[in-house]
T-cell receptor
C-alpha cells in the first residue's frame, strides 16, 4: 500500500534560518502530493499541492518540488519566522479512485526568536 | 464562517460507555472523513463516506462505527469506549476529484476515556 515517511520531529530552529523537512513516499502510481500545516488548537489546513511530477508548489514562502525519480517532496523555506511554528504533514492522494489521502506522521517545527 | 464544525470540542467518557462525535459541513462536499491524531502516529483514517447513507472502513476501523444520515452530517460512534481510544479526533470533508482532492478539516474533538 501507499506510505509516506517524513523527518521525525521536533525540529527546533532559530528565526531567520533555513528549513528543510524531508518527505519520501511509496506508491505504485503517480499521485498528487500535498503539504498540510496544523497550528496549535486547529485542524490541519492545506499549504499547497502539486499534481504533476517535476513541478513545484509554493505558499507563504514554503516550496516543494515533486521529484518522481527520487520519490521525494521535501518542504523548504529560506528564512523561517516564529509564526511558522506548527506541525507539517506530507500526504499523497489515492490513485485507485477512493478519494483518500495517506499522511506521514507529521513533523513538529519549533521556531525560537 | 467555519465550513466544518465538530461537537463536542472536549469530551470525558467512562470505559464501557457510548460516545458519539458529530461533524457538520457546509461545503456541500460528497466525501467526509474521520481521523484520529496521536503522537508518533500522525493522522490515521478511521472511517469515511462518499455521500448520505454510505460508510467505508478506513485503516483503523476496529472499535468504531460511522453514520452519514445526510450530506452535511457524519458521526463517529464508539459503542464501548476504551482508554486506548483517548485521542484527538478530526473530521474532514472533501471533493470527489480523485487523487487531487483537498480535504478541509474541522477543529477537532479531544476525547478522554477514563
Amino acid at each position: 500500500g501507499d506510505s509516506v515517511t517524513q523527518t521525525e520531529g521536533p525540529v527546533t530552529l532559530s528565526e531567520g534560518t533555513s528549513l528543510t523537512v524531508n518527505c519520501s513516499y511509496e506508491t505504485k502510481q503517480y499521485p498528487t502530493l500535498f503539504w498540510y500545516v496544523q497550528y496549535p488548537g486547529e485542524g490541519p489546513q492545506l499549504l499547497f499541492k502539486v499534481p504533476k511530477a517535476n513541478e513545484k508548489g509554493s505558499n507563504r514562502g514554503f516550496e516543494a518540488t515533486y521529484n518522481k525519480e527520487a520519490t521525494s517532496f521535501h518542504l523548504q523555506k529560506a528564512s523561517v519566522q516564529e509564526s511558522d511554528s506548527a506541525v507539517y504533514y506530507c500526504a499523497l492522494g489515492d490513485t485507485e479512485g477512493a478519494d483518500r489521502l495517506t499522511f506521514g506522521k507529521g513533523t513538529q517545527l519549533i521556531i525560537q526568536p | 464562517e467555519a465550513a466544518v464544525t465538530q461537537s463536542p470540542r472536549n469530551k470525558v467518557a467512562v470505559t464501557g460507555g457510548k460516545v458519539t462525535l458529530s461533524c457538520n459541513q457546509t461545503n456541500n462536499h460528497n466525501n467526509m472523513y474521520w481521523y484520529r491524531q496521536d503522537t508518533g502516529h500522525g493522522l490515521r483514517l478511521i472511517h469515511y463516506s462518499y455521500g448520505a447513507g454510505s460508510t467505508e472502513k478506513g485503516d483503523i476501523p476496529d472499535g468504531y462505527k460511522a453514520s452519514r444520515p445526510s450530506q452535511e452530517n457524519f458521526s463517529l460512534i464508539l459503542e464501548l469506549a476504551t482508554p486506548s481510544q483517548t485521542s484527538v479526533y478530526f473530521c474532514a470533508s472533501g471533493e470527489d476529484w480523485g487523487d487531487c482532492a483537498e480535504q478541509f478539516f474541522g477543529p477537532g474533538t479531544r476525547l478522554t476515556v477514563l
